[in-house]
């Protein structure tokens, strides 16, 4: 056998049970869900604030580490994680208008700073920085039992609170002068999804790694909206396509030996460009239609 072929199915089914199993599911319920949340994140122009939050989630979990090599405190890194994720995302519920500078400004200063501050950490914690670099990039072909809990917990819940109040949350976030009409508290919707959106880059960046994180949270999303179907069949688009990319990436890296974040990132974004080819491939088609039948 050529060992830099990857694995076959037989070996693959045969690990499934002891090796394979979490990290699959992981990685279905992690991209479903941030697809699905995703949609918000899109459709907000939150997308580099999502880049800030898993930046941050990254810093959470090399500061962890630190902790528990310089001052022997024991912090779990996805506690850490979903701490700074949740406090970067509540920084930009007003935006900034209350610390007088822009949405990009304050984006541009967490991003940088999360992402210096864990690149000054990674140098002063030498002998974790191999597992630091494949929480940021995605390249652990394991997920601990604990961070598989968690996601499939917290990760269904969060779907489920999504889907209950769907129209709420919606209406809050596209259509505000309604909700309010309406009587919805649309603060708290609001904050509802940021909270949400932060919980979960949190908890997923720690087992899946802040790269392909970030993908889940915006590529599934683009992919749905560029096919243009109705509001709720694009939530249930994004989740799908999140869901491929999680569990589809894992196995493509399985089985080509490639890393795990990295294969997760590029089915992300080949999902995105089969969705933009479709849909120009439809129009296009439509188009020729139409001339057609205008000679006619």
Do not use: C
Request: hydrophobic share 55%; charged share 10%; aromatic share 12%.
């Amino acid at each position: 056998m050529d060992p830099d072929a990857g694995m076959t199915w037989a070996e693959f089914l045969s690990g499934w049970d002891d090796l394979f199993r979490e990290p699959v599911i992981a990685g279905v319920v992690g991209g479903g869900v941030l697809g699905f949340v995703g949609v918000y994140v899109v459709l907000r122009r939150m997308v580099f604030v999502s880049a800030a939050v898993t930046s941050s989630a990254g810093l959470g979990v090399a500061l962890s580490f630190y902790l528990g090599i310089h001052h022997g405190t024991q912090i779990d890194p996805m506690y850490s994680a979903v701490v700074l994720s949740i406090a970067t995302m509540t920084l930009f519920v007003g935006e900034g208008r209350r610390l007088r500078i822009s949405r990009e400004s304050l984006l541009g200063l967490v991003f940088a700073l999360a992402g210096g501050l864990t690149l000054l950490i990674e140098a002063r914690i030498s002998q974790e920085a191999h597992d630091i670099h494949s929480i940021l990039f995605g390249d652990a072909v394991l997920v601990r039992p604990f961070d598989y809990k968690m996601i499939l917990g917290i990760g269904i819940t969060i779907l489920a609170l999504h889907v209950w109040l769907f129209r709420g949350i919606t209406f809050a976030n596209f259509d505000t002068p309604t909700a309010r009409v309406q009587g919805l508290p649309v603060g708290t919707l609001n904050v509802f999804v940021l909270v949400t959106i932060g919980l979960m880059v949190g908890i997923t960046a720690r087992a899946l790694g802040a790269l392909p994180v970030f993908a889940f949270s915006t590529l599934p999303a683009i992919a749905a909206l560029v096919i243009g179907l109705r509001m709720q069949w694009t939530f249930v688009l994004a989740t799908v396509f999140g869901a491929i990319a999680g569990g589809g990436g894992y196995l493509y890296a399985t089985f080509e030996d490639f890393p795990v974040g990295g294969s997760q990132t590029a089915v992300a974004s080949l999902i995105v460009i089969f969705a933009m080819v479709g849909f120009a491939g439809v129009s296009f088609g439509r188009f020729v239609l139409g001339r057609a039948r205008g000679d006619a």
